[in-house]
């Protein structure tokens, strides 16, 4: 079993940054791809910034050049720093590990921007 936590979210205003981590514990040996999705209300889930075990990224076209997604496998933590928010960034952010076998995800952090 895995288990993914996260924090770092919140409310700023528009320009604002943010950092998100997410910790996980667990059977953390097989985790391959990890990433961070969010949902706005209304909205589907939607893939944010993913990395792989080898650091290889990929962000979503509306976050590229703002936010960066890393993970320090010392430490099992993925982070998302967020960087120029907007009020289009307002959603729950998740945090997602990938394994051979399934995918987990944590229970998610609001983040709020105001304009």
């Known amino acids: 079993q895995v288990q993914l936590v996260e924090s770092g979210g919140g409310a700023v205003q528009f320009g604002g940054s943010l950092r998100l981590a997410c910790a996980v514990s667990?059977?953390?040996?097989?985790?391959?791809?990890m990433g961070w999705y969010r949902q706005a209300p209304g909205w589907q889930r939607e893939l944010v910034a993913s990395?792989?075990?080898?650091?290889?990224?990929n962000y979503a076209d509306s976050v590229k050049g703002r936010f960066t997604i890393s993970r320090d496998n010392a430490k099992n933590t993925v982070y998302l720093q967020m960087n120029s928010l907007k009020p289009e960034d307002t959603a729950v952010y998740y945090c997602?590990?990938?394994?051979?076998?399934?995918?987990?995800w944590g229970q998610g952090t609001q983040v709020t921007v105001s304009s």
């Open positions: 997602n590990a990938r394994t051979a076998a399934t995918s987990y």
């Open positions: 667990g059977s953390t040996f097989d985790i391959g791809v």
């Open positions: 990395i792989s075990s080898s650091a290889n990224t």
